[in-house]
Every structure is written in structure tokens, then in C-alpha cells.
């Protein structure tokens, strides 16, 4: 259970957009956080993964490499 306070103005367009559209604010909320959720758990896993193939612990490859492992190539 999660319980904000947001600026006037922001819940002002959440008010109008749930009236407009029959939602409930409760779902644009919802639907905010699990976007945001999303991008977030995706630039840490990026962010961890460029970390390590920066210390060398993660092999990256070519376009072509990619190509040629997976009979891509035209």
C-alpha cells in the first residue's frame, strides 16, 4: 500500500484524464509505476552489464558475428 501526496497540478491532469476516460486515477498510478518500474529494472541490468564488459568478465559481438552465428548473413 503506497499513500502520496502530488503537486496540484499533476493531480489535477490525473483527476481530468480519469474522468475522461472512465478510469480510476488508482489505474493511471498503477500503470505509471509499472512503466517506470520496467525502464528502470532494464538501465540497471544495462548499466551492470557494461560494467562488466568493461572489466572484461563480458564478451560483446559484431553485427556480422551475430549474423554468422545465426546464418542471419544475406
Same mark, same amino acid.
Given at each position: $500500500?503506497?499513500?502520496?501526496?502530488?503537486?496540484?497540478?499533476?493531480?489535477?491532469?490525473?483527476?481530468?484524464?480519469?474522468?475522461?476516460? !472512465?478510469?480510476?486515477?488508482? #489505474?493511471?498510478?498503477?500503470?505509471?509505476?509499472?512503466?517506470?518500474?520496467?525502464?528502470?529494472?532494464?538501465?540497471?541490468?544495462?548499466?551492470?552489464? $557494461?560494467?562488466?564488459?568493461?572489466? !572484461?568478465?563480458?564478451?560483446?559481438?559484431?553485427?556480422?558475428?551475430?549474423?554468422?552465428? #545465426?546464418?542471419?548473413?544475406?
Amino acid at each position: $500500500m503506497l499513500a502520496w501526496r502530488l503537486p496540484a497540478d499533476v493531480e489535477a491532469r490525473l483527476d481530468a484524464l480519469a474522468k475522461a476516460t !472512465g478510469r480510476t486515477k488508482r #489505474f493511471y498510478a498503477r500503470e505509471a509505476i509499472y512503466e517506470y518500474l520496467e525502464d528502470l529494472e532494464d538501465l540497471y541490468l544495462a548499466e551492470k552489464e $557494461m560494467e562488466l564488459v568493461r572489466k !572484461g568478465r563480458s564478451k560483446t559481438y559484431t553485427p556480422e558475428e551475430v549474423e554468422d552465428e #545465426f546464418g542471419l548473413a544475406d
